[in-house]
């Protein structure tokens, strides 16, 4: 093979992986946005008591709920208050929701403040707190979270924001 033959090779294979990194992330792109419309789709608002009485019927699904913060546990995690469990409804906030918090990226979120939150209920369970810490560096280790919520629904948020009286 000349010098030349292969230095197009490698042009050649450049360009390829370009393309194929371009595909992925547009296809990325685009199952975040339908991921996203699906939840601002969610539905009445609930509370976080609803989504605990009846994980079942919330499981892998869109809500929107509001409710008051009890605890916030890093700036990624925070526990909705709730009469059905003393450790409230845990809210893992997304990178969607870490980027593009809204309102609170200039004021953090605080113990006592109400939100309105957009997410998908999930089941979490030793290997979904393992991925959880992973992928989202919550700040909180997966030993913490198991040791208060396992076995109970989460909500992974895709959006986050401070309830004002004209959104309740």
């Known amino acids: 093979m000349s010098p030349y033959q292969r230095q197009r090779l490698i042009w050649l ?8 990194l371009c595909g992925v992330l547009v296809l990325r792109g685009v199952a975040l946005a339908q991921t996203s419309a699906q939840v601002r789709h ?4 609930r509370s976080p008591d609803n989504i605990l009485e009846a994980p079942r019927q919330y499981l892998h699904q869109p809500v929107s709920l509001e409710g ?3 605890r916030v546990l890093s700036d990624r995690v925070l526990a909705l208050r709730s009469r059905a469990t003393r450790k409230g409804l845990l809210i893992v906030l997304s ?3 870490a980027l593009h918090g809204g309102p609170h990226r200039d004021t953090p979120l605080a113990e006592g403040q109400t939100v309105i939150v957009l997410g998908i209920v999930r089941p979490l369970n030793r290997q979904e707190a393992i991925g959880l ?13 198991l040791a208060g919520y396992v076995d109970h629904p989460y909500i992974l948020a ?11």
Do not use: K, M
Request: aromatic share 10%; no cysteine; net charge negative.
């Open 13 to 20: 294979t450049w360009v390829l992986a370009g393309f194929v």
């Open 42 to 45: 969610a539905g009445p608002v």
């Open 68 to 70: 008051e913060i009890a």
């Open 95 to 97: 990178d969607e929701a």
């Open 133 to 145: 810490e992973a992928q989202y560096r919550l700040g909180v280790s997966s030993s913490n979270l």
């Open 158 to 168: 895709y959006e986050v924001r401070l309830s004002t009286p004209s959104t309740r």
